[in-house]
């Protein structure tokens, strides 16, 4: 059972160049979440899913976008990358909204935006 | 919005001690839940316990355990028998419960504290 997979693992940018990090999970679950953490700040939440076909902005959007492709992948873009938005990303998906139920996280994306 | 702060960057602990970690909390929503995740070097992150807001009676998972005071907004997690598996950044997270809210299923984390383990 493989969870919750995140691609890539480690990437580099040039300030302004874009990419994509994608997010699978086998779960089954309906809500779907990408946290940024950086150094002495905890994780904050981009954005989330609560289901398939719904994203809504979270505490830190600005810079980013977010695709629930179907029930099973989220990915977030970021068109135009800048050196702020060097961090790590962590996707992580959840049965549904419901504080009860427990988020299961992927095993994050270094990105490092020079 | 709700806050959730953890005041110690830094602790240790020898070896089969036991160490308390800790966390307050601001909110004024009754319907919530908390949460201590751990996450080692591999980045990993590990759900270690989970309370509920309305269970008076704390939780506890093997030699894990919180102390939950919600007058105090406060919750702490105790690890006793300390091994050096436990070593780890920990942090502490609030969820909302409350359906209607605009938090509603965000977790919110704190600063995170980095747990040493010295055998």
């Known amino acids: ?103 299961y996280f992927g095993p994050g994306t270094r990105l490092t935006v020079t | 919005a709700q806050t959730v702060t953890q005041s110690q960057p830094e602790m240790s602990v020898q070896e089969a001690e036991t160490v308390t970690l800790s966390c307050t909390y601001d909110t004024s929503e009754s319907d919530y839940y908390l949460f201590w995740y751990k996450q080692p070097p591999s980045r990993q992150m590990i759900l270690v316990i989970r309370q509920e807001a309305y269970k008076q009676q704390n939780a506890t998972e093997n030699r894990f355990s919180v102390n939950f005071q919600k007058a105090a907004k406060s919750f702490s997690l105790k690890i006793s028998d300390s091994q050096l598996g436990d070593a780890a950044m920990y942090f502490c997270a609030y969820r909302s419960g409350n359906a209607g809210g605009t938090s509603y299923g965000k977790l919110t984390f704190g600063q995170g504290t980095i747990l040493t383990v010295h055998p």
């Not at chain 1, 946290?35 to 989330?48: A, E, N």
């Not at chain 1, 970021?78 to 139920?101: N, R």
């Open chain 1, 1 to 103: 059972n493989a969870g919750v997979t995140q691609t890539p693992k480690f990437q580099v940018l040039k300030t302004g160049q874009s990419m994509t990090l994608q997010c699978a999970q086998d779960m089954n679950h309906n809500s779907m979440y990408w946290y940024r953490q950086d150094p002495g700040m905890g994780l904050r939440l981009i954005y989330y899913s609560a289901s398939e076909g719904t994203t809504d902005k979270g505490e830190v959007p600005n810079g980013y976008n977010v695709s629930r492709l179907n029930k099973r992948e989220f990915s977030l873009r970021l068109e135009s990358a800048a050196p702020s938005q060097t961090s790590v990303y962590f996707c992580a998906s959840s049965e549904s909204l419901s504080g009860g139920y427990e988020q």
